[in-house]
């Protein structure tokens, strides 16, 4: 029986960091605890306190601001946000034909925000892999964007960054994020406007890239995101969007929602159909992108789950459906600290399932 085991560490935290379960905390706008309007990166001052109150195992106030100092220290700059980001991966695989272990660098980011009452700024600053070796050798910056608050609901954004769609969770390798094209590196230079509500969240992106970015495939179009607050505890969402390469177009609707089945128990999940049509002969490739997780928090800070995703993304070719499903667990022990574990299985129509397990482990200071 073939054998794949895949542990993966990961030091710093993901691109899309934000947390979709904290809506059954009441927090239904990303912006409670992120400066970006659809959630992820620099976290804000409110944003760093629920990390050690609500999120956090063990945690202290004293040592959960920038590089663990204190929030009460009078020292800081009021306007500045700051959070340094590392990321590696180790690998290890073990088949019939192939075993091999790696340690490889991801990530190395400084963000640096700049939050006055109307305007504010968001820029990384670190290291990428440019070459077959995977060092992290090419300077760039993942996002940087301008914000500007028209009223306290209307926000106004541009520059380089993801696009609001569906959870917009932190699993970039799920069926819903790499299956749709929206891995890790997939940020588009975008025009965004957002309605920022007490019951209603409305984005509208409209997708380009910048001419440096053009020798890599990525779509151009518009995104659209909406979703509801219900009874403060669960959100229901359904997102919009339509894109376009030089080979293809392609439209990718559906739902999404966090549910609150319990103060303890909640599942999120997210279903899209994908109409993607071939330019050199005009023929349609039909099929649909759906991810559940469904977690249940045993104590503050410590979440089991359980997981299942699937593409299938051409329904007139079985070989392209692709499962995954399994358990595990997330921790948060620390301020800055969190660790999931994941075991399950892959099958791809017409092959074995695989075994495989990863390891994540962020820090984000």
Known sequence: MKLFLAVVIFFGILDADAFPENVRHGYFSCTACHMSPSGGGVLTPYGRSLSNELMSTWGSTKNSDFLFSSPEDESKIQWLRQQIFLRGVQTYRNTPKVEKAKLVPMQADYEIGVDFEKFAFVSTFGFRSNDSS????????????????????????????????????????????????????????????????????????????SPQERSVKKDQGISVNSSYFWKNKSRFGLSAYQGRQSDYDRIVFGPYATISITEKLFLNSEFFLQDKTLKNDSSHQKGYATFSRLGY??????????????SYLDSSDRNSQFDSYGVGTQ???????????FVGKEKVYSQDATDFAWLMFNIYL
Request: glycine residues 8%.
């Open 297 to 310: 928090e045993t104590l503050k800070g410590l979440t089991p789950f359980v997981q299942f995703d699937r």
């Open 134 to 209: 995977q060092d992290l050798k090419e300077f760039f910056s993942r996002r940087h964007f301008a914000l500007y608050r028209f009223t306290d609901q209307v926000v106004g954004r541009i520059g380089k960054f993801m696009q609001a769609f569906g959870l917009n969770g932190p699993d970039h390798v799920t069926a819903t994020r790499r299956g749709l094209g929206w891995d890790q590196g997939s940020e588009s230079y975008n025009l965004e406007m957002n309605y920022i509500g007490e019951s209603f969240n409305h984005t509208v992106t409209l997708i380009s890239n």
């Open 331 to 341: 921790w948060l022990p620390y301020p800055h600290f969190d660790i999931m574990l």
